[in-house]
């Protein structure tokens, strides 16, 4: 069972797969190491202050309440009001956010009625404003 070196026979070809699968994994891991490091420069960011902020908020909110009665922020509007009155918002600060408060037990179409408003005044900030699901 012994071989001679002589009669042996050498390969005609390379397999190169598993030399290209190391290169592409140690270039995924080089563009990985990269970006990680890449973060920015480092600064000591000032510290704001305790005084609180004389900017009023902007967000308006809508609620509708259980009888169907609107309100803007703690004013109740009818729908004409409210349509007025949120272009005038829109004239001022085109970009204003509103959130849409409705009582749970009111009918989906009062909800869609405001949904339709906001999009005819197109305003693109809007939220709905529900209670976190307590388990």
């Keep these: 069972?012994?071989?001679?070196?002589?009669?042996?026979?050498?390969?005609?070809?390379?397999?190169?797969?598993?030399?290209?699968?190391?290169?592409?994994?140690?270039?995924v891991v080089f563009i990985i190491a990269v970006t990680a490091s890449v973060q920015g420069i480092k600064v000591n960011l000032p510290k704001a202050g305790n005084t609180p902020s004389l900017v009023k908020p902007k967000t308006k909110a809508v609620t509708i309440h259980a009888n169907g009665q609107l309100y803007l922020d703690a004013y109740p509007v009818t729908l004409a009001?409210?349509?007025?009155?949120?272009?005038?918002?829109?004239a001022v600060d085109p970009d204003f956010p509103v959130v849409i408060k409705g009582d749970a037990k009111i009918y989906y179409e009062?909800?869609?009625?405001?949904?339709?408003?906001?999009?005819?005044?197109e305003i693109t900030q809007m939220g709905l404003v529900t209670q976190k699901l307590v388990k």
């Design 81 to 90: 009001e409210l349509d007025t009155r949120l272009r005038q918002y829109k």
């Design 110 to 121: 009062k909800v869609v009625e405001i949904l339709d408003l906001m999009q005819e005044l």
């Design 1 to 27: 069972m012994r071989r001679n070196l002589f009669e042996m026979k050498g390969f005609d070809e390379i397999n190169i797969t598993p030399l290209l699968d190391l290169a592409w994994t140690l270039l």
